[in-house]
């Protein structure tokens, strides 16, 4: 018998592409470069989707999606990394920090300023 998914009605299931570990909080990110704009918008195959206007090349876009993961989650860009998938679209991202997950989700999904 399965156990059941999630928390009580004061927590709430963190989404599919967060996860905690005992370094950080993972992020799994499917990134869109060369867009009109930088921006997170949405979440695609389970991954959280980002809009980076950086061209692909050179690791332009790589270097954009850190920079903006960085400013929205309000860390330095140093205790994030790229942990996978350098040259694709699907990425993954450490985030070096001690905030607890559902803060990380927060600050992500909050409206834009």
């Given at each position: 018998?399965?156990?059941?998914?999630?928390?009580?009605?004061?927590?709430?299931?963190?989404?599919?592409?967060?996860?905690?570990?005992?370094?950080?909080?993972?992020?799994?990110?499917?990134?869109?470069?060369?867009?009109?704009?930088?921006?997170i918008?949405?979440?695609?195959?389970?991954?959280?989707?980002?809009?980076?206007?950086?061209?692909?090349?050179?690791?332009?876009?790589?270097?954009?999606?850190?920079?903006?993961?960085?400013?929205?989650?309000?860390?330095?860009?140093?205790?994030?990394?790229?942990?996978?998938?350098?040259?694709g679209?699907?990425?993954?991202?450490?985030?070096?920090?001690?905030?607890?997950p559902?803060?990380?989700?927060?600050?992500l999904?909050?409206?834009?300023?």
């Amino acid at each position: 018998m399965k156990a059941k998914q999630g928390g009580d009605s004061r927590t709430s299931p963190l989404p599919a592409w967060l996860r905690s570990r005992g370094d950080g909080v993972v992020l799994e990110v499917h990134v869109q470069p060369g867009a009109r704009r930088t921006a997170i918008v949405g979440e695609h195959d389970g991954r959280l989707k980002v809009a980076v206007s950086a061209p692909p090349l050179d690791g332009r876009a790589n270097v954009a999606l850190v920079e903006m993961l960085s400013e929205c989650l309000g860390l330095p860009q140093r205790v994030l990394t790229l942990e996978a998938g350098a040259t694709g679209r699907n990425k993954r991202v450490l985030a070096a920090t001690a905030l607890p997950p559902e803060e990380l989700v927060r600050r992500l999904l909050r409206p834009p300023k």
